[in-house]
């Protein structure tokens, strides 16, 4: 529909280098397959100081290649305004969570579990892992950001 506003999807990870940039990474992926890019946009965003300013980590990069999701990315933390900006702010985990809530003031609201389409749960964390860790995240989390996309979008073409 033209002039209908975007949809405007934060992931959130504790150092914006794995599991975030994974997600972001898949989820700009789909919108490209379903020709969504008009009504859909998505960001990534650490909780944590560690990684700020640095791309993603190689193993996560490999695992974007492989499946054509990758994408140039330099890690940055949550700021105020992303509360305002966005619409959705995914956490990957009950602890990035729950900084998120802290954070969000009036836009709790927004604040979601990645993991909420399935009632809940954890997203493998890849961080001690290796690619192949990296490539079972992936898995998951194409899962859940297909789930998302259709919550959101309403369906495969996105009509209704
Ligand atoms: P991410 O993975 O939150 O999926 O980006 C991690 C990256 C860095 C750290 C922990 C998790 N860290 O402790 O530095």
Known sequence: MGGMEKTRVLFVCLGNICRSPIAEGIFWKRVRELGLEERLEADSAAT????????????????????GAYFDHVA???APEDF??????????????????????AQR?????????WGGGEVSDPWEGDEAACEETYLELEDLVARWI???????????
Not at 48 to 67: I, S, T, Y
Not at 150 to 160: C, K, L, T, V
């Open 48 to 67: 944590g100081p560690w990684h700020l300013g640095e791309p993603m980590d190689p193993r996560a990069a490999a695992v974007l290649k492989k499946h």
């Open 84 to 105: 305002e900006r966005f619409d959705l702010i995914l956490a990957a985990d009950r602890e990035v969570e729950r900084d998120l809530l802290r954070l969000a003031g």
């Open 109 to 117: 609201e927004k604040v979601r579990l990645i993991t909420e389409p």
């Open 150 to 160: 259709e919550r959101i979008a309403g369906g495969p073409n996105g009509d209704s």
């Open 76 to 78: 940055r933390q949550v």
